[in-house]
């Protein structure tokens, strides 16, 4: 099989939920959002990334996410939004959010999705850990939604599409799970 940097870098990132305090080093997140802005796109670049280290404003987000899903038809949404201890960016120190122009001329959740996935694996790559968060989203659902849009300063006419948390890791990464059977099928 072939490998390399990048191969092992893929093959070795996984969802982190357990950070330390501590915040990343300013040098650690531009990294992190150059290759954000190195993403696949359509041409267009239409993708803005909101990067948030404010602890109050984390929390703030946490819990109009939670509020959010209390008003979700989800059932385990709801239960989450409802949970006292429940933490949906994991204490992570650093938040970014990944928005698209909605005027753009090709179907931005792609972009921002290449965007995001970059933002992870160059996290990974330098030792920063990561995971990509959906129910921070939920914020923007929120009686906060507006209140927010505006304190976070997202451009106008961009829409939150993707969200991830970056942080030290506070845990020991297990090993590699195998993959799943009989997901290729090869037509040559």
Not at 146 to 167: I, S
């Amino acid at each position: 099989m072939i490998t390399n940097e990048t191969l092992k870098v893929i093959r070795q990132r996984r969802s982190i939920r357990s950070f330390k305090e501590e915040q990343i080093k300013d040098e650690e997140i531009q990294a992190i959002l150059e290759a954000g802005m190195y993403a696949p796109n359509a041409g267009n670049q239409a993708w803005h990334f909101t990067v948030i280290q404010n602890k109050k404003l984390l929390e703030k987000l946490n819990l109009a996410a939670k509020q959010g899903a209390q008003q979700m038809d989800i059932e385990h949404l709801r239960a989450l939004g409802n949970d006292k201890e429940f933490n949906c960016l994991y204490h992570a120190p650093t938040l970014i959010i990944v928005s698209g122009d909605e005027k753009a001329f090709v179907p931005l959740e792609a972009d921002c999705a290449a965007a995001t996935q970059n933002l992870l694996l160059a996290a990974e790559s330098i030792g920063v850990g990561a995971c990509w968060i959906f129910f921070v989203l939920l914020a923007f659902n929120s009686p906060l939604g507006t209140e927010l849009r505006n304190e976070l300063k997202l451009p106008e006419g961009y829409k939150p599409y993707y969200t991830a948390v970056f942080g030290y890791k506070d845990d020991i990464v297990g090993d590699v799970q195998d993959r799943k059977p009989n997901l290729i099928t090869y037509i040559r």
